[in-house]
């Protein structure tokens, strides 16, 4: 059996890069990520789905509805497959928290938050491995940050350390991962996040790359120093 595991289809906030970790805020899929769900109509094996799993989140709930279409299969809602709690940083520019976990590092929670984000990686990989307890094939739905590390995963090279910032996730592009190969890659990536290194550094200089999708630099900030102060001009545009 598979299990496949998807990003949610798109909002307006994470069109314009803002971060929602709170699951009560009714923040749900526009028009754009409704239409997407089309592709995974052709890819994913909708009709022999024996279980659907989701975060519970609205933007989760709505994809994983749109997709099953008449309720058949078994739904499981698990807020461990949950998006990132980011505490004071909730509703704002991605690279204002970005800006933050550079200068602290994964390991640390950030102010209001209940979980760093090395924390929230290790939850989300507990929830797909826990998956393995439902019947097959499953469907997942979860977020940008748990299919990032599945990718990561998946192109890393050998030895590569954990990085502190991924590249972005496609929407509702499913990774595959048959089910005698699930417990070997998440017992690999839960021993990277007790090995990782927290930092990303640029080759040249002392600055750091922050970048929020494949293959594109949505900012270069200096290195941070307790006086640091984030410019708007690092916060990506709408």
Request: hydrophobic share 35%; charged share 20%.
């Amino acid at each position: 059996m598979t299990t496949y595991i998807v990003r949610h289809g798109q909002t307006n906030y994470s069109k314009r890069y803002l971060v929602n970790g709170d699951p009560t805020k009714h923040i749900h899929l526009n028009e754009e990520g409704r239409q997407s769900l089309s592709r995974a109509w052709t890819i994913l094996p909708l009709h022999s789905v024996s279980t659907w799993l989701t975060s519970e989140f609205p933007r989760a709930k709505q994809t994983t509805s749109l997709l099953m279409g008449v309720p058949a299969a078994t739904l499981i809602v698990d807020g461990q497959l949950n998006e990132l709690d980011y505490g004071e940083f909730e509703g704002s520019p991605f690279l204002e928290y970005a800006v933050w976990l550079d200068a602290h590092g994964a390991g640390q929670r950030p102010p209001g938050a209940a979980e760093s984000q090395r924390e929230g990686i290790r939850r989300m990989l507990s929830g797909v491995l826990a998956a393995l307890e439902h019947p097959g094939p499953r469907v997942l739905v979860g977020h940008g940050l748990l299919v990032s590390v599945l990718l990561w995963h998946r192109h890393r090279s050998p030895d590569d350390p954990m990085p502190l910032f991924f590249p972005e996730a496609p929407y509702v592009e499913p990774v595959a991962i048959p089910d005698d190969e699930l417990p070997i890659l998440i017992t690999a990536l839960l021993d990277d996040l007790d090995t990782s290194v927290h930092h990303e550094s640029a080759t040249d200089g002392d600055s750091t790359i922050l970048r929020i999708s494949e293959g594109s630099t949505v900012a270069t900030v200096d290195a941070v120093s307790p006086s640091h102060s984030l410019d708007k001009k690092d916060l990506p545009h709408a």
